[in-house]
Protein backbone atom coordinates (compact mmCIF):
# COMPACT_ATOMS: atom_id res chain seq x y z
CA UNK A 1 0.00 0.00 0.00
CA UNK A 2 1.20 3.11 -1.47
CA UNK A 3 1.09 6.05 2.12
CA UNK A 4 0.23 9.61 1.11
CA UNK A 5 1.91 11.47 3.91
CA UNK A 6 0.46 14.87 4.76
CA UNK A 7 1.69 18.17 6.91
CA UNK A 8 -0.63 20.03 8.81
CA UNK A 9 -1.27 22.09 11.78
CA UNK A 10 -4.23 21.28 14.04
CA UNK A 11 -5.17 22.89 17.27
CA UNK A 12 -5.16 21.01 20.38
CA UNK A 13 -8.45 18.26 21.22
CA UNK A 14 -10.10 17.96 24.03
CA UNK A 15 -10.55 14.29 25.10
CA UNK A 16 -11.77 11.60 27.63
CA UNK A 17 -8.68 8.64 28.51
CA UNK A 18 -7.79 5.86 30.18
CA UNK A 19 -4.55 4.85 30.72
CA UNK A 20 -2.60 1.67 30.30
CA UNK A 21 0.88 0.22 30.32
CA UNK A 22 2.26 -3.01 29.51
CA UNK A 23 4.13 -5.46 26.72
CA UNK A 24 3.59 -3.91 23.15
CA UNK A 25 2.21 -7.38 22.51
CA UNK A 26 -0.94 -6.55 25.04
CA UNK A 27 -2.06 -3.81 22.87
CA UNK A 28 -5.45 -5.23 22.20
CA UNK A 29 -6.12 -6.48 25.69
CA UNK A 30 -4.90 -3.29 27.02
CA UNK A 31 -7.08 -1.21 24.70
CA UNK A 32 -10.00 -3.69 25.68
CA UNK A 33 -9.31 -2.51 29.03
CA UNK A 34 -8.83 1.08 28.82
CA UNK A 35 -11.56 2.28 25.81
CA UNK A 36 -14.68 0.98 27.11
CA UNK A 37 -14.46 2.83 30.10
CA UNK A 38 -13.44 6.27 28.85
CA UNK A 39 -16.46 5.79 26.25
CA UNK A 40 -18.99 4.53 28.93
CA UNK A 41 -17.90 7.71 31.44
CA UNK A 42 -18.54 10.45 28.63
CA UNK A 43 -21.63 8.68 28.11
CA UNK A 44 -22.69 8.90 30.99
CA UNK A 45 -21.94 12.28 31.66
CA UNK A 46 -23.83 13.39 28.77
CA UNK A 47 -20.80 14.19 26.57
CA UNK A 48 -20.56 15.25 23.41
CA UNK A 49 -18.14 13.15 20.62
CA UNK A 50 -16.26 15.46 18.16
CA UNK A 51 -14.37 12.14 16.41
CA UNK A 52 -13.53 8.63 16.58
CA UNK A 53 -11.78 6.70 19.54
CA UNK A 54 -8.16 7.10 19.32
CA UNK A 55 -4.76 5.66 20.83
CA UNK A 56 -2.02 8.38 22.36
CA UNK A 57 1.07 6.50 22.54
CA UNK A 58 3.39 8.20 25.09
CA UNK A 59 5.88 5.61 24.78
CA UNK A 60 6.51 2.55 22.77
CA UNK A 61 9.35 -0.14 22.35
CA UNK A 62 8.92 -4.14 24.02
CA UNK A 63 6.76 -2.27 26.72
CA UNK A 64 4.29 0.75 26.30
CA UNK A 65 2.36 3.12 28.17
CA UNK A 66 -0.72 4.71 26.07
CA UNK A 67 -3.76 6.81 26.86
CA UNK A 68 -7.24 5.64 24.99
CA UNK A 69 -9.95 7.63 24.91
CA UNK A 70 -12.52 9.46 22.87
CA UNK A 71 -12.27 13.52 21.81
CA UNK A 72 -15.15 16.38 23.44
CA UNK A 73 -16.45 18.88 21.94
CA UNK A 74 -16.04 21.01 25.40
CA UNK A 75 -15.47 19.38 28.81
CA UNK A 76 -16.76 17.48 31.70
CA UNK A 77 -15.96 16.13 34.68
CA UNK A 78 -13.55 13.12 35.27
CA UNK A 79 -13.24 9.76 37.11
CA UNK A 80 -11.15 7.87 38.82
CA UNK A 81 -10.54 5.62 36.04
CA UNK A 82 -10.86 8.71 33.07
CA UNK A 83 -9.12 11.98 32.74
CA UNK A 84 -9.98 14.44 30.84
CA UNK A 85 -7.02 16.61 28.87
CA UNK A 86 -5.58 17.34 25.22
CA UNK A 87 -4.13 15.65 22.61
CA UNK A 88 -1.59 18.74 21.56
CA UNK A 89 -2.06 20.61 18.50
CA UNK A 90 1.00 22.31 16.59
CA UNK A 91 2.33 20.42 13.54
CA UNK A 92 2.22 17.44 12.44
CA UNK A 93 2.58 14.93 9.70
CA UNK A 94 -0.29 12.18 9.31
CA UNK A 95 -1.26 9.18 6.44
CA UNK A 96 -4.01 6.81 6.61
CA UNK A 97 -3.97 3.20 6.97
CA UNK A 98 -6.83 1.52 5.49
CA UNK A 99 -6.18 -2.67 6.61
CA UNK A 100 -5.56 -4.96 9.65
CA UNK A 101 -4.11 -3.32 12.72
CA UNK A 102 -1.71 -5.66 12.72
CA UNK A 103 -0.12 -4.27 9.51
CA UNK A 104 -0.13 -0.64 10.83
CA UNK A 105 3.73 -1.22 11.23
CA UNK A 106 3.59 -0.34 7.47
CA UNK A 107 2.49 3.10 8.17
CA UNK A 108 4.85 3.82 10.40
CA UNK A 109 7.92 2.61 8.42
CA UNK A 110 6.10 5.71 5.77
CA UNK A 111 5.81 8.17 8.23
CA UNK A 112 10.03 7.49 9.46
CA UNK A 113 11.14 7.18 5.61
CA UNK A 114 9.36 10.94 5.24
CA UNK A 115 10.94 12.40 8.27
CA UNK A 116 14.29 11.12 7.00
CA UNK A 117 14.21 12.39 3.57
CA UNK A 118 12.70 15.55 4.73
CA UNK A 119 15.11 15.81 7.67
CA UNK A 120 12.42 16.58 10.12
CA UNK A 121 12.51 15.73 13.52
CA UNK A 122 9.66 13.94 15.05
CA UNK A 123 7.90 14.54 18.63
CA UNK A 124 7.71 12.26 21.43
CA UNK A 125 4.72 10.62 20.97
CA UNK A 126 2.05 9.55 18.62
CA UNK A 127 -1.63 8.63 18.12
CA UNK A 128 -4.12 6.93 16.00
CA UNK A 129 -7.41 7.28 15.30
CA UNK A 130 -9.61 4.80 14.84
CA UNK A 131 -12.28 5.72 11.58
CA UNK A 132 -13.69 2.31 11.19
CA UNK A 133 -15.71 0.03 14.31
CA UNK A 134 -14.51 -3.23 14.10
CA UNK A 135 -17.48 -3.91 15.24
CA UNK A 136 -19.59 -2.86 12.28
CA UNK A 137 -17.19 -3.96 9.55
CA UNK A 138 -16.21 -7.66 10.39
CA UNK A 139 -13.47 -7.09 7.01
CA UNK A 140 -10.09 -5.88 8.50
CA UNK A 141 -9.33 -5.21 5.25
CA UNK A 142 -11.80 -2.24 4.99
CA UNK A 143 -10.45 -1.02 8.89
CA UNK A 144 -9.26 2.92 8.59
CA UNK A 145 -7.30 3.80 10.78
CA UNK A 146 -5.42 7.67 10.87
CA UNK A 147 -2.03 8.14 12.13
CA UNK A 148 -0.40 11.55 13.77
CA UNK A 149 3.16 12.08 14.36
CA UNK A 150 3.67 15.43 16.04
CA UNK A 151 6.88 17.31 14.81
CA UNK A 152 9.54 19.72 16.94
Do not use: C
Request: proline share 9%; glycine share 10%; no cysteine.
Amino acid sequence: MMYKIERKTIAPQVVAYGTGSGPATEIPKILGEVLPKAMQHVKSKDGELAGPPFTHYLSMGETIELQAGVPLRGKISGSDSVEIGELPGGDVLTTVHVGPYDQLNKAYQALVAHVQKHDLTPGDTIWEYYWTDPEAEEDPSNWKTEIFLPLK
